[in-house]
């Protein structure tokens, strides 16, 4: 059995993130996005996992559920058409390990009903890095809140933004990530979140807005 090159050790901070076999989408439509999103809450629980009540709780509101013990801290996270973006801590040993299977087990089950599919979705295990340093940690709240950019203009690392107001107000309007939770938001996806576990970088809506727009220069 082979190990995972960054242990995953309690009390420390990670990026986790994964992607679809051969790059190919993993979400489709909104329904994906938001059964994703739900499935971050309910399967961060010690409690065992039912697929009956994760449908149920979709049709209702999943964020009423009493998970009781939380596996992880999640610190913030993004989706994208072929891959997702953590960042992750766990609150007990074997956290980790534990939700990102529940997490990628309740999802490919749904994604095999829907599209009538069989096998794999994800290309093998989950990746990680740890975020060793206080200056990685503080970067990744901006790099994965910034990768809903590369869907407007792929290159604008690169490139350099063509128009930061359209940027701005495209990162405002994306909804599949826990930027609007940063930016002050009042929404039920708020609970996913366990932001007190992580350093206060961001004191204030305006501290993040700040961070945000001073990578975004950066960047150009």
């Known amino acids: 059995m082979s190990l995972r090159k ?91 390990s534990k939700f990102m299977q529940k997490l990628s087990t309740a999802y490919v089950m749904y994604y095999n009903i829907k599209y009538e599919k069989t096998g794999g979705l994800f290309e093998g295990k989950f990746k990680s890095e740890h975020l060793d340093t206080d200056l990685y940690l503080k970067y990744i709240f901006s790099y994965i809140h910034l990768n809903p950019l590369k ?20 990162l405002d309007n994306y909804t599949y990530s826990s930027y609007l939770d940063f930016k002050g938001i009042e929404r039920k996806e708020n609970a996913i979140l366990d932001r007190k576990v992580y350093p206060n970088y961001f ?9 945000i727009l001073d990578w975004i220069n950066y960047e150009n």
């Open 151 to 170: 869907l407007i203009q792929k290159n604008w690392k690169e490139a350099g933004i063509k128009n930061q107001k359209t940027a701005l107000n495209y």
């Open 6 to 96: 960054t242990p995953l050790v309690s009390g420390e901070y990670y990026h986790l993130y994964n992607r679809g076999n051969s790059k190919q989408k993993i979400f489709y439509d909104a329904e994906d996005y938001q059964r994703f999103i739900i499935l971050l809450y309910t399967c961060n629980s010690e409690k065992n996992f039912r697929m009956s009540l994760v449908k149920e709780m979709a049709e209702k509101d999943p964020y009423l559920w009493k998970r009781g013990n939380q596996l992880v801290s999640i610190g913030a996270y993004c989706l994208m058409p072929n891959h997702f973006h953590l960042l992750i801590t766990e609150k007990e040993d074997g956290g980790i």
């Open 203 to 211: 004191p204030s809506t305006k501290n993040f807005e700040r961070e």
